[in-house]
């Protein structure tokens, strides 16, 4: 017995009828989709253990690599000054030397 194929107007049908399970899910799909950005990162087993071991110490991986962030990103502004701040010495060097 071979099975009938479903026609476009039944597939709509079925999709009309969605679960309550589906529909949340599709909201939670669409809503972290919108306010959320995901990277992923992979560690060889053989090459990167210590990192492993490391990171699987800490109690929360996410605050851990946040404040690692956040930190870097602290120094690096204190490091560099603004574009602003080097394009003005670079004018005061040039009207010194006029």
Do not use: G
């Amino acid at each position: 017995m071979s099975k009938k194929r479903k026609t476009s107007l039944e597939i709509v049908k079925m999709s009309e009828k969605k679960s309550s399970y589906e529909k949340k899910l599709e909201y939670n799909n669409a809503y972290n989709r919108e306010k959320y950005r995901s990277f992923s990162i992979r560690f060889n087993i053989q090459n990167e253990d210590e990192i492993i071991k490391w990171l699987e110490k800490q109690p929360s991986i996410k605050k851990y690599l946040t404040d690692l962030i956040m930190s870097d990103m602290k120094k690096t502004k204190e490091e560099k000054p603004s574009k602003k701040k080097e394009e003005k010495k670079e004018k005061k060097k040039k009207k010194k030397s006029k």
